[in-house]
């Protein structure tokens, strides 16, 4: 190929190790033709080389699927369906397909809207009144319904108990922002009480506190973004629908976020073992954020540098700490039991008058 600006030659290459026999068709089942062209560019020669696959009559067929096999690939094509609903549609499908799974957490964000929701599986042959009013929450909503068996709904959530409900969200988790907060935080009409968790990551424990949140008043709920745990289908299945009335604001730097809160008058109070002081002696009828740490390690040393102050519970029995959820849920009663208080002070007893 030497002397020539511009030479081709076709080469053709067998995927076989053995020598192709042009009688057995079954050795040409792919025949790559390398087209190698060089082109001078001074005293270097660069060789240019491009794969055609061409597929000839005489392919080999394919071994054929047993019943076991058969019956898997249709399952799998049949659940992979039910979990992107209606592609034919021209539905948009950019955006992640998440299940919301049990009764409390559909109805719930059907109640608020229903903000992206695709499609409703329920479990067929179900007239109790809960069933009834999602149904019609949905169809308000113009969701599409689908009745489905069980093992369906049991395939689609994993086996997670999902009390015969699945719904199918593009945009499952409200885009709370971490400005969010500053802006939560200047129309409120009473003192803020908020939860601040530091690095949970274990998703029944999140929902646990979104829903000792709801419970307690609490108006948001902060986590970092990183290394913690998000809005996922088993937060939203254990937080029984708090998670679509308790703002999730995720933030990327936490430490900043408690110097944020301290300058727009909200006390931070950090929940530790080792503190000197017990919570039940802080006065929290004013705008606080509870501060609790993760599971591992609980606070992170600088967490802890930048609360306000720390404050412990009680503990009289034999173990050291309690559950990161169990701790929320008394440390955010305690603050609405001192503001109930602080409300509705007690009325002053009639002396008895003297004999």
């Given amino acids: 190929m030497e002397g020539s600006e511009n030479q081709e030659q ?3 290459s067998s995927i076989w190790n053995a020598e192709p026999n042009p009688g057995n068709h079954a050795c040409w089942h792919f ?3 390398v087209r190698v062209s060089t082109h001078d560019e001074g005293n270097n020669s660069m060789p240019r080389i491009v794969e055609d696959r061409n597929v000839s009559k005489g392919n080999k067929p394919a071994p054929k699927k047993n019943f076991a096999q058969k019956s898997f690939m249709r399952r799998r094509r049949d659940i992979s ?3 992107h609903p209606f592609p034919s549609q021209g539905r948009q499908m950019d955006a992640p397909m998440m299940p919301t799974y049990g009764g409390h957490a559909v109805d719930a964000l059907l109640s608020h809207g229903a903000s992206g929701a695709t499609a409703l599986f329920f479990q067929e042959n179900r007239k109790d009144s809960r069933t009834l009013r999602i149904l ?12 489905v068996s069980r093992k369906t709904l049991d395939e689609m959530t994993g086996g997670a108990r999902h009390q015969g409900f699945v719904l199918y969200c593009a945009n499952p988790e409200p885009t709370w922002q971490p400005d969010h907060l500053s802006r939560l935080l200047r129309t409120l009409s009473e003192p803020a009480l908020l939860l601040v968790l530091d690095g949970v990551q274990d998703p029944h424990n999140l929902g646990a506190c979104l829903r000792s949140a709801d419970g307690a008043g609490a108006h948001a709920v902060v986590s970092p973004r990183d290394r913690a745990a998000g809005l996922t289908p ?4 254990v937080a029984c629908g708090a998670s679509e009335s308790v703002p999730l604001i995720r933030i990327v730097n936490l430490a900043r976020t408690l110097d944020e809160l301290r300058n727009a008058g ?9 503190a000197d002081e017990s919570l039940y002696e802080i006065d929290m009828t004013g705008p606080a954020a509870l501060v609790l740490g993760g599971e591992e390690r609980g606070l992170r040393r600088l967490t802890r540098a930048n609360c306000d102050r720390l404050a412990r ?5 034999a173990v050291e700490n309690l559950n990161v959820s169990v701790a929320a849920g008394i440390s955010l009663y305690e603050v609405r039991r001192q503001r109930e208080s602080h409300r509705y002070p007690p009325m002053a007893q009639d002396k ?3 004999p």
């Fill in 10 to 12: 076709l080469r053709p």
């Fill in 352 to 354: 008895p008058s003297p």
């Fill in 31 to 33: 025949l790559l033709l």
């Fill in 266 to 274: 909200v006390a931070t109070i950090g929940l530790s073992g080792e």
């Fill in 136 to 147: 019609r929450q949905a169809e308000g909503h113009k969701v599409p319904l689908h009745p």
């Fill in 234 to 237: 088993t937060v939203r299945k």
């Fill in 81 to 83: 369906e039910k979990m």
């Fill in 313 to 317: 519970l009680p503990m009289l029995g």
